[in-house]
């Protein structure tokens, strides 16, 4: 007789069926052994059903952006640690030195930067910092006389200096004059 077709089961469809339906072919084509390659739009699709099935146990609406179905729209409370509005630049430095334990640190390469502001143009010309290691600061002179000018002045030194770094920091100021040679025993030498 021709009459319609006998409805059969309904097709399956593979977007929705997932990796399970993929599974299941695989096993019906005969294909044994290793798992078949796939090609980067199968791929796409399982991952795409994938993410429904998942959205869909969550209660979300695919699609939506994380709608909830039949739900109110949740308040979303901010993270106080995150921030929130933006923050001056300056501010957002300095709670990342203070939260690493850097302050001291950039301070006293804020004091290397400026030196010609701390000791003064004339000064700075002749003598430069080289180091600070606990609480000394080692600077160096280019000749004798200006070593022994800020050697006179390391007191003072030492107080602008923590008023600028904050008490205590620098303890002293150790002075080094210009670097020469070995001295060579001569004829006019005292042995």
């Given at each position: 007789?021709?009459?319609?077709?006998?409805?059969?089961?309904?097709?399956?469809?593979?977007?929705?069926?997932?990796?399970?339906?993929?599974?299941?072919?695989?096993?019906?084509?005969?294909?044994?052994?290793?798992?078949?390659?796939?090609?980067?739009?199968?791929l796409a699709r399982e991952a795409l059903a994938?993410?429904?099935?998942?959205a869909l146990k969550r209660g979300t609406l695919?699609?939506?952006?994380?709608?909830?179905?039949?739900?109110?729209?949740?308040?979303?409370?901010?993270?106080?640690?995150?921030?929130?509005?933006?923050?001056?630049?300056?501010?957002?430095?300095?709670?990342?030195?203070?939260?690493?334990?850097?302050?001291?640190?950039?301070?006293?390469?804020?004091?290397?930067?400026?030196?010609?502001?701390?000791?003064?143009?004339?000064?700075?010309?002749?003598?430069?910092?080289?180091?600070?290691?606990?609480?000394?600061?080692?600077?160096?002179?280019?000749?004798?006389?200006?070593?022994?000018?800020?050697?006179?002045?390391?007191?003072?030194?030492?107080?602008?200096?923590?008023?600028?770094?904050?008490?205590?920091?620098?303890?002293?100021?150790?002075?080094?004059?210009?670097?020469?040679?070995?001295?060579?025993?001569?004829?006019?030498?005292?042995?």
């Amino acid at each position: 007789m021709d009459g319609p077709p006998a409805a059969g089961p309904p097709a399956a469809d593979p977007q929705a069926a997932g990796p399970q339906a993929d599974a299941a072919d695989a096993a019906e084509s005969g294909e044994s052994g290793g798992v078949p390659a796939k090609s980067g739009i199968e791929l796409a699709r399982e991952a795409l059903a994938q993410a429904k099935a998942d959205a869909l146990k969550r209660g979300t609406l695919p699609g939506q952006g994380g709608k909830r179905k039949g739900a109110a729209k949740p308040i979303r409370v901010r993270d106080p640690s995150r921030g929130g509005d933006p923050q001056a630049f300056g501010a957002a430095i300095r709670d990342l030195l203070a939260s690493r334990g850097w302050e001291q640190r950039a301070a006293v390469g804020g004091v290397f930067g400026n030196w010609a502001g701390i000791v003064g143009p004339e000064l700075a010309e002749h003598t430069r910092p080289e180091r600070f290691e606990d609480g000394e600061l080692t600077v160096a002179a280019d000749s004798t006389t200006w070593a022994t000018q800020l050697r006179l002045l390391s007191s003072t030194l030492v107080r602008r200096l923590n008023e600028e770094l904050g008490h205590g920091t620098v303890r002293r100021v150790k002075v080094v004059g210009p670097a020469s040679g070995p001295r060579r025993n001569g004829a006019w030498r005292v042995r």
